[in-house]
């Protein structure tokens, strides 16, 4: 059963940073390309990063270009996020996905429960 935890999230300040994290289980994690979603309050899924297997290619939404950065332990089974320069229309429940970019709307692809971001002074 594949299973996803991810974790990190919390209250942050404009400006600031946090790192999202996510533990992958039940499945051979280094071969899968792996992602990060978010959704705002009454907003639609938004696909935010996409990293490949070996963790050598990411590709990022346009609105956090520069500011985040997807990395990922194949390792430890882990795939990060760190987020840098935090604004306000950052704030939603982030997951990681077994997805890859559009395919991320699928409904095939699989989340984990996420972890809440808040951006607020």
């Known amino acids: 059963e594949v299973q996803l935890v991810e974790s990190g999230g919390g209250l942050v300040q404009p400006g600031g940073s946090l790192r999202l994290s996510c533990r992958s289980s039940?499945?051979?994690?280094?071969?899968?390309?792996m992602s990060w979603v978010r959704q705002a309050p009454g907003k639609d899924l938004e696909w935010v990063a996409s990293?490949?297997?070996?963790?050598?290619?990411?590709y990022y939404v346009e609105s956090v270009q520069g500011r985040f950065n997807s990395s990922r332990d194949n390792a430890e089974n882990t795939l990060y996020l760190q987020m840098n320069s935090l604004k306000t229309e950052d704030a939603a429940m982030y997951y990681c996905?077994?997805?890859?970019?559009?395919?991320?709307?699928?409904?095939?692809?699989?989340r984990g429960q996420g972890t809440q971001v808040t951006v607020s002074s």
């Open positions: 039940g499945f051979t994690f280094s071969n899968v390309p």
């Open positions: 996905a077994t997805c890859w970019m559009d395919g991320c709307y699928s409904e095939s692809a699989q």
């Open positions: 990293i490949n297997s070996r963790g050598s290619r990411t």
